[in-house]
C-alpha cells in the first residue's frame, strides 16, 4: 500500500503494544481492515467480518487467513460473542467496526448496541481509530495517483462501571459515547449521525498511564 498511497503511519504507534485491546475503527472502504492487520503487526489482530465474506471462496479463505470472526449484522450469535472474548483472553487486538457497515461518505453511522455488550462484557482498553481518504483510493487508482491516507488514534480509555447486567437502554447509552470517542477525532462535518453532538462523557474515561 505505500506505493499507493501516503500514509501517517507514526500515528499507529499510539496504540498499546500489548494486553488485550478492542480497537474501535470507522469502516469506510474494503481495505481499512486490511490496512490496519498490515501496519499493525507484529501485535495479532482479529477483525470482526459480515458473515457473507465466507459466501465467496476466495474472500473466505482470506478470512481465514486472517482469523477473522464472522458476524451476523443483524442478530450476533453466540459464537461470535465466544470468538471475541476468547481473542482478549489471548491478550489480542480485536478490532470491530461499531457502525456495522460501511459508510461511503465517510460520515459516521449510528453505532450498533450489540458491540456496547462486548465492550462491556469483557473489562479490556479500548482505542478509538479513524481512518480517512480510502474512499478516493480507487478513483486516484485508475489515475496513477498516490491516495493521502490519514489516521487518527485517539487516547485508550475504559468504561467507568464495571460488571453487572446491562439493559437495552444502557447499551444504546453505552454505544453513543464509544461513538463520541471516535467523533472526536473527526471534523465537525464528518460525524455525520453525531454531528453538533457535545463531546462529554460520563460513562468511559481516560486510562491514564502509571
Known amino acids: 500500500m505505500r506505493a499507493t498511497c501516503r500514509i501517517n503511519l507514526e500515528e499507529l504507534k499510539k496504540v498499546p503494544q500489548d494486553g488485550p485491546l478492542i480497537l474501535l475503527a470507522n469502516h469506510t472502504y474494503v481495505l481499512d481492515g486490511p490496512l490496519l ?3 499493525l503487526q507484529p501485535r495479532n489482530l482479529l477483525a470482526m467480518a459480515k458473515k457473507e465474506l465466507w459466501n465467496n471462496k476466495f474472500l473466505g479463505w482470506v478470512m481465514g487467513l486472517w482469523r477473522s470472526i ?3 449484522r443483524d442478530n450476533m ?5 465466544e470468538a471475541c472474548l476468547a481473542a482478549l483472553d489471548r491478550k489480542e487486538i480485536l478490532a470491530m467496526a461499531p457502525e456495522g457497515t460501511r459508510s461511503k461518505d465517510e460520515c459516521l453511522q449510528q453505532g450498533k448496541a450489540g458491540m456496547a455488550f462486548i465492550a462491556h462484557k469483557k473489562d ?3 482505542v478509538p481509530v479513524v481512518i480517512m481518504g480510502l474512499t478516493s483510493f480507487g478513483k486516484n487508482l485508475k489515475r496513477l495517483r498516490r491516495t493521502p491516507i490519514t489516521i487518527a488514534v485517539g487516547k485508550p480509555f475504559e468504561i467507568i462501571k464495571k460488571g453487572g447486567r446491562v439493559d437495552a437502554a444502557a447499551r444504546d447509552a453505552l454505544i453513543d459515547e464509544i461513538m463520541l470517542r471516535m467523533a472526536a477525532l473527526m471534523p465537525e462535518e464528518k460525524r455525520g449521525y453525531y454531528e453538533n453532538r457535545p463531546l462529554e462523557f460520563s460513562l468511559t474515561r481516560e486510562i491514564s498511564k502509571a
Open 70 to 72: 464472522p458476524v451476523d
Open 37 to 39: 492487520y498490515v501496519f
Open 124 to 126: 479490556a482498553p479500548m
Open 77 to 81: 450469535a453466540r459464537e461470535t460473542m
